[in-house]
C-alpha cells in the first residue's frame, strides 16, 4: 500500500534560521511532488511542486529538492518568518491521493 | 469568483441525524476530491470523483455517501451521524498530475 511519511513531525526554529521538512513515499512511479501549507484555521494551500525531470526548484525564500532514487524529496525555507508557522503535507502523485502525516513548523521571534 | 466553494462553513448536529455538505468548483478540474482532518491534522482521503465516475472510495463506512450531479459538483452525505463523524471536512479538485485546490472546509460537530 501507500506509504507516505514526514519528518520531523513538529519543529521549532528562531526568526532567520532555515528549516527543511523531508518526506519519503514508496510508490516509485510517482512523478509529481507538491508540497502545502496549512496555516491555522485555513485550508490547505499548494506552496511549491517539482517534477520527476529535475530536481531542485526554487521560489524565492522556499524550495523543494528531489531524490527519486532514495524515493524523498524536501521543502527548504530560508530566513523564516513567523508567518512561515503552520502545518506542511507533502503529497506525492500516484500514491492514490495519500498526503503525509504533517510537519508543524513554528517560527519562533 | 472562489475557485471552490463548500456549505455549511460550520454544522452542528445530533447524533443519529442525517446532513450534507456542498461542493461546488468553477475550475473546469476533472476530478473533486473529499478529505477528512481530524483534531490531529491528518488528512485522509475519502473519495475522489473523475468525470461522475468514482475512482476511489477508501474504507469509508457506508453512511458516507458522495453524490455527483455533474463536473463542477461534488456533495457528500452522511446518514446517521456519530460522534466520531467530528472532523474538518475538505472538499478539493485537481487536474491530473497538479497541485489541489481545496474549499475552505466545513466543520462537523456531532453532539
Known amino acids: 500500500g501507500e506509504n507516505v511519511e514526514q519528518h520531523p513531525s513538529t519543529l521549532s526554529v528562531q526568526e532567520g534560521d532555515s528549516a527543511v521538512i523531508k518526506c519519503t513515499y514508496s510508490?516509485?512511479?510517482?512523478?509529481?511532488f507538491p508540497w502545502y501549507k496549512q496555516e491555522l484555521g485555513k485550508r490547505p494551500q499548494l506552496i511549491i511542486d517539482?517534477?520527476?525531470?529535475?530536481g531542485e526548484k526554487k521560489d524565492q525564500r522556499i524550495a523543494v529538492t528531489l531524490n527519486k532514487t532514495a524515493k524523498h524529496f524536501s521543502l527548504h525555507i530560508t530566513e523564516t518568518q513567523p508567518e512561515d508557522s503552520a502545518v506542511y503535507f507533502c503529497?506525492?502523485?500516484?500514491?492514490?491521493?495519500?498526503f503525509g502525516p504533517g510537519t508543524r513548523l513554528s517560527v519562533l521571534p | 469568483d472562489t475557485a471552490v466553494s463548500q456549505t455549511p462553513k460550520y454544522l452542528v448536529t445530533q447524533m443519529g441525524n442525517d446532513k450534507s455538505i456542498k461542493c461546488e468548483q468553477n475550475?473546469?478540474?476533472?476530478?473533486m476530491y473529499w478529505y477528512k482532518q481530524d483534531s490531529k491534522k491528518f488528512l485522509k482521503i475519502m473519495f475522489s470523483?473523475?468525470?461522475?465516475?468514482?475512482?476511489i472510495n477508501e474504507t469509508v463506512p457506508n453512511r458516507f455517501s458522495p453524490k455527483s450531479p455533474d463536473k463542477a459538483h461534488l456533495n457528500l452525505h452522511i446518514n446517521s451521524l456519530e460522534l466520531g463523524d467530528s472532523a474538518v471536512y475538505f472538499c478539493?479538485?485537481?487536474?491530473?498530475?497538479?497541485?489541489?485546490?481545496f474549499g475552505s472546509g466545513t466543520r462537523l460537530t456531532v453532539v
Open positions: 517539482i517534477r520527476s525531470n529535475v
Open positions: 503529497a506525492p502523485y500516484g500514491q492514490n491521493f495519500v
Open positions: 478539493a479538485s485537481g487536474q491530473g498530475d497538479y497541485g489541489y485546490t
Open positions: 475550475l473546469g478540474h476533472d476530478t
Open positions: 510508490d516509485s512511479a510517482s512523478n509529481y
Open positions: 470523483y473523475n468525470n461522475k465516475e468514482l475512482i
